[in-house]
């Protein structure tokens, strides 16, 4: 007998518009059931879980993380899968903090939500919502298809730290520049075998990691950008990481006063890292000498991370870890799926 947890966080999918403002807000989850009545046609077992307070997802922080992982962690053996019904604006962040906070995952957690309420005669909510159940329990040899954390959206299945929201108004919300669909859904549900992650052993317990640290920050590198911006951002109070956000395949000014400004803060004890601003590709620091000034002050590669990737992986390495060289050496290497190493 199959059993799903569809854990309900917030998000347009379940908004209703406020009568007075016409302002959309949360609901409560009963409504949303009472608008898929085909969820009673399903085979099995279909427990609902709803936060309290139910958010938009842009009010999403770590503690919301911590939260949710532990959620699925207190009811992890009873179900065979979870499915998060989350916002859009912010789904591949807790798609990607899941994935470095729930270690030695066997189960699928399909994370969805919707462009549309449910409640609307268009809503895209109630097919993302149907084959995001169908998927977390769908089963071979008597194991998950998908053992991941995943986003499922508009037909698609996405490793969840591969994806970044891409569309405000489109259904397809969501891309996966870097890293092929794990599923399609059309006629059939089509598995992606080849590309899913599967544990190398089945059986080990799940292990959550709850402790995040925050103290990161993004610095995106634009045409004009002053010593004093980034000296600012650089000298933060008690900040361990930066993001550094460059041009193509890893690169940035080479002017002497802006390496130096890295270099200075390297040698502080930050850890740089160079992810590309583009929207596909990866960080190649070889490649070009604006990229390789970067390297030779100490910038690493963030390789083919999304942003969302980058940002939770350094707050679950930061959380674990106080000794920099560690966190060098774990920044490097591919935890959950989320970079392509060659
Ligand atoms: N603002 C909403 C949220 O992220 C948008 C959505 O659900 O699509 O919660």
């Known amino acids: 007998m199959t059993n799903i947890l569809v854990i309900y966080t917030g998000g347009t999918i379940g908004m209703k518009q406020h009568h007075e403002t016409g302002v959309w807000q949360p609901f409560n989850f009963e409504q949303i059931i009472e608008e898929v009545p085909v969820l009673k046609k399903f085979g099995f077992t279909i427990d609902t879980l709803s936060f309290d307070p139910l958010i938009d997802s842009s009010e999403a922080q770590p503690s919301f993380w911590v939260k949710l992982v532990q959620l699925i962690s207190d009811n992890y053996t009873k179900y065979d899968g979870f499915v998060v019904l989350h916002g859009t604006d912010t789904m591949s962040y807790t798609a990607s903090a899941l994935s470095f906070m729930l270690e030695n995952l066997e189960k ?59 569309n405000a108004e489109q259904f397809k ?115 070009y000498e604006t990229g390789m000034a970067l390297k030779k002050a100490g910038v690493l590669s963030g390789h083919d991370s999304t942003i969302e990737a980058a940002l939770t992986k350094l707050f679950l390495l930061l959380g674990k870890y106080k000794d920099n060289q560690t966190i060098k050496n774990l920044w490097q290497k591919n935890i959950s799926g989320e970079i392509s190493l060659i």
């Open 108 to 166: 699928p957690i399909i994370l969805t939500g919707s462009q549309l309420p449910i409640g609307m005669l268009r809503t895209d909510g109630m097919e993302n919502l149907v084959s995001a159940i169908e998927i977390a329990a769908a089963k071979e040899n008597g194991h998950p298809c998908v053992p991941e954390v995943c986003i499922f959206f508009e037909n698609q299945l996405f490793r969840g730290n591969r994806t970044t929201k891409d």
């Open 173 to 287: 919300a969501f891309r996966s520049a870097n890293y092929p669909a794990l599923a399609n859904a059309g006629v059939y549900i089509k598995f992606n075998t080849p590309v899913i992650q599967y544990p190398t052993q089945w059986g080990k317990p799940l292990k959550i990691n709850t402790h995040l640290d925050n103290n990161v920050a993004v610095l995106k590198i634009f045409p004009g950008i002053s010593q004093k911006i980034m000296e600012g951002i650089l000298n933060t109070n008690d900040l361990r990481a930066v993001i550094l956000e460059t041009y193509g395949s890893g690169n940035a000014p080479t002017s002497p006063w802006f390496i130096h400004t890295l270099k200075q803060a390297i040698d502080r004890g930050l850890i740089l890292v160079n992810i590309t601003q583009c929207a596909a590709g990866s960080v190649e620091m070889d490649k």
